[in-house]
């Protein structure tokens, strides 16, 4: 069985645009998910360890591509 990224992609006729809305929690979800990348990112910066920290920073930069396509 072939898996699919989109949901509404079984045939291999879709896009990524013909996801369905966000519902009521995504944006918080979304929001959370930016703040725990952010510290992340600071934290690894702390430890000395910049590839961990750049790598935190880039999801929470795609994070906020997220939330400013909504």
């Not at 291999?12 to 930016?34: H, N, V």
């Not at 000395?48 to 929470?60: H, K, L, N, T």
Request: proline share 6%; with cysteine.
């Amino acid at each position: 069985m072939a898996t699919n990224a989109y949901p509404n992609n079984a045939h291999g006729t879709g896009s990524q645009d013909e996801f369905p809305p966000a519902g009521p929690g995504a944006y918080d979800q979304l929001r959370l998910g930016f703040e725990r990348q952010v510290m992340w990112a600071r934290d690894f910066a702390k430890a000395g360890d910049f590839a961990s920290a750049r790598d935190a920073r880039q999801a929470a930069d795609a994070i906020c591509d997220e939330l400013s396509d909504d």
